[in-house]
């Protein structure tokens, strides 16, 4: 081969590796832009999650200390939500900002004040209590969805900064490593 071969040979290679590492720099950028909607979106449901409790709570369906304990844990729930919104960067580098915890005593609250034959119960009254109830229930639903969907993006995201290239060329530039939400959101139960 001539010199001229080689130099084609070698520019041709060059493009295809700039070319690699340009569109995994980009998959790698949209697959944080992933995290960052499915945080934001399991964030709006632990809100209504939440409210709905709130609603429940103040309903007058369940006995008043059951009542108070769902109300008192929701209310941090809450509380812990509204910290974060005067803070500047609300994602906190992609993490639930230590909320697991206060989302943990949220769910067993509900499941201490609503076992199965309080909630059959509510059920057969109707009225507010019983939509009160349904809202918790869907909200609830909601709530493990988005946390599956958050933790699969996570997952994927910590799967492609794994690989030797992004880590060499550091394609991931300065962005904190995503991590899993990780609190007890079971369903109460019908």
Same mark, same amino acid.
């Given at each position: 081969?001539?010199a001229?071969?080689?130099?084609?040979?070698v520019?041709?290679?060059?493009? %295809?590796m700039?070319?690699y590492?340009s569109?995994?720099a $980009?998959r790698l950028?949209?697959?944080?832009?992933k995290v960052e909607?499915?945080?934001?979106a399991?964030?709006?449901?632990?809100?209504?999650?939440a409210? $709905?409790s709130?609603e429940?709570?103040?309903?007058?369906?369940?006995?008043?200390a059951?009542g108070f304990?769902?109300?008192? $844990?929701?209310?941090e729930s809450? *509380?812990?939500?509204?910290?974060?919104t005067f803070?500047s960067?609300?994602l906190e580098?992609?993490?639930?900002?230590g909320?697991?915890?206060?989302e943990s *005593?949220?769910?067993?609250?509900?499941?201490?004040?609503?076992?199965?034959e309080?909630?059959?119960?509510?059920?057969?009254k109707?009225g507010?209590?019983a939509a009160?109830l349904?809202r918790v229930?869907? $909200?609830?639903?909601r709530?493990q969805l988005?946390?599956?969907f958050?933790?699969?993006? %996570?997952k994927e995201?910590q799967?492609?900064?794994?690989k030797?290239v992004v880590?060499l060329?550091?394609?991931?530039?300065?962005a904190?490593l995503?991590?899993?939400v990780?609190f007890?959101d079971?369903?109460i139960?019908?």
């Amino acid at each position: 081969m001539t010199a001229i071969s080689w130099i084609v040979v070698v520019i041709c290679l060059l493009l %295809v590796m700039a070319w690699y590492l340009s569109y995994s720099a $980009a998959r790698l950028d949209r697959l944080h832009a992933k995290v960052e909607g499915a945080l934001s979106a399991l964030d709006a449901h632990v809100v209504r999650r939440a409210e $709905a409790s709130l609603e429940l709570a103040n309903s007058g369906a369940i006995d008043p200390a059951s009542g108070f304990l769902v109300a008192a $844990a929701a209310s941090e729930s809450l *509380e812990r939500v509204n910290e974060r919104t005067f803070e500047s960067d609300l994602l906190e580098g992609q993490h639930f900002a230590g909320r697991e915890g206060v989302e943990s *005593e949220l769910t067993e609250a509900l499941h201490a004040a609503l076992p199965p034959e309080v909630s059959r119960d509510i059920e057969t009254k109707g009225g507010p209590g019983a939509a009160a109830l349904e809202r918790v229930r869907e $909200a609830g639903l909601r709530v493990q969805l988005a946390r599956r969907f958050h933790n699969e993006a %996570v997952k994927e995201v910590q799967r492609v900064r794994a690989k030797r290239v992004v880590r060499l060329f550091r394609l991931a530039g300065y962005a904190d490593l995503p991590q899993t939400v990780e609190f007890d959101d079971a369903q109460i139960g019908s």
